[in-house]
């Protein structure tokens, strides 16, 4: 499986940005999928993660009521809509595929993708 996350950008505090991640070479629904971040001289961290129908999902406390995440299974698509974006949001996000279950463990992910940076500035 490939992933191809996009989306990413600069935008200010306040603001809203959407990610999307295109999945290929496998059966997209057969995944959870999940995106993490990774901030400059920070461990990767879980952000959002939903289960294969999409009728599971699972938030960070620093994004919950923030952040969405979403599956389009037709489309091969996972998203993470994020609005009201805070300077401490900046870091390359990640998405991630897992055989296993929606889970917050970054090692359960069996794929990942390339990353996209955001940036919020203030």
């Known amino acids: 499986v490939q992933l191809q996350a996009s989306g990413g950008g600069l935008v200010q505090a306040g603001g809203s940005l959407r990610l999307s991640c295109v999945a290929s070479?496998?059966?997209?629904?057969?995944?959870?999928m999940g995106w993490f971040r990774q901030a400059p001289g920070k461990e990767r961290e879980f952000v959002s993660a939903?289960?294969?129908?999409?009728?599971?999902?699972h938030y960070a406390d620093s994004v919950k009521g923030r952040f969405t995440i979403s599956r389009d299974n037709a489309k091969n698509t996972v998203y993470l809509q994020m609005n009201s974006l805070r300077p401490g949001d900046t870091a390359v996000y990640y998405c991630?595929?897992?055989?296993?279950?929606?889970?917050?463990?970054?090692?359960?992910?069996?794929?990942w993708g390339q990353g996209t940076q955001v940036t919020v500035s203030s």
């Open positions: 939903i289960s294969t129908s999409g009728g599971s999902t």
């Open positions: 070479g496998g059966t997209f629904s057969n995944y959870a």
């Open positions: 991630a595929a897992s055989l296993f279950i929606a889970t917050q463990t970054g090692a359960k992910y069996d794929y």
